[in-house]
Nanobody, 112 residues
Framework: QVWLVESGGGLVQAGGSLRLSCKFS??????IRWYRQAPGKERELVAT???????NYTDPVMGRFTVSRDNARNMVYLQMNSLKPEDTAVYFC????????WGQGTQVTVSS
């Protein structure tokens, strides 16, 4: 059974930092992606990390966010620096192989 659980969100001022965590149940999962959904908007891709550690980022977060993983602990992290109010959203992790499985997400709120 596959599951993913996000944590680490919170309220932070603009310019601050947060580190999100994603715990997943299956050690063999390859690609893990971070998504976010702001109120009234579609869910959007933020960052991707492969099992080997290769990463990709979307333009809005490039240079500010860093995704990493610890395969031994089945964990993926999203380090978010220089946060902006437009980063406010619920953040989710997901894996393409089990794309319909979503966690509850973790709320990130950035105040101006």
């Amino acid at each position: 059974q596959v599951w993913l659980v996000e944590s680490g969100g919170g309220l932070v001022q603009a310019g601050g930092s947060l580190r999100l965590s994603c715990k997943f149940s299956l050690s063999r999962l390859n690609t893990i992606r971070w998504y976010r959904q702001a109120p009234g908007k579609e869910r959007e891709l933020v960052a991707t990390v492969s099992r080997s550690g290769s990463t990709n980022y979307t333009d809005p977060v490039m240079g500010r966010f860093t995704v990493s993983r610890d395969n031994a602990r089945n964990m993926v992290y999203l380090q978010m620096n220089s946060l902006k109010p437009e980063d406010t959203a619920v953040y989710f992790c997901n894996t393409p192989v089990y794309g319909r499985v979503w966690g509850q997400g973790t709320q990130v709120t950035v105040s101006s």
